[in-house]
């Protein structure tokens, strides 16, 4: 039931902070294997690999990929996760949960 709502220092749209952390960690996975795949057809296009399509859709579907992306996701969601349960302990929003929170989530890295 804790994490069933949000508090009222909440700025989120979501209605429970879970779910605000489970969308975030989507959207910042998706946008992190973006960026990575995106960087890996840059990459094979200045070396001018002869590879092709192949090598493109070879980029698309490494493991190094997949962790850059759920690495990013991952450190979203620690730092969402961190800042709601720090406004129900202490109950308040100032800029120190979100200093606490994020070096919380740099621990991940």
């Known amino acids: ?61 490494e493991k190094d990929t997949f962790s850059f992306g759920g690495f990013v996701g991952l450190v979203c969601l620690i730092s969402k996760l961190c800042l709601c349960t720090l406004r129900r302990i202490r109950n308040n929003d100032d800029k120190y949960n979100a200093i606490i929170a994020g070096a919380v989530s740099s621990l991940a890295i």
């Open 1 to 61: 039931k804790l994490f069933k709502t949000k508090t009222k220092f909440c700025k989120h749209q979501d209605s429970s902070c879970v779910m605000h952390g489970i969308k975030s960690f989507c959207k910042n996975a998706a946008a992190g294997y973006c960026l990575k795949f995106g960087i890996t057809v840059l990459t094979s296009v200045i070396k001018k690999q002869k590879n092709g399509i192949a090598g493109i859709l070879r980029g698309a579907i």
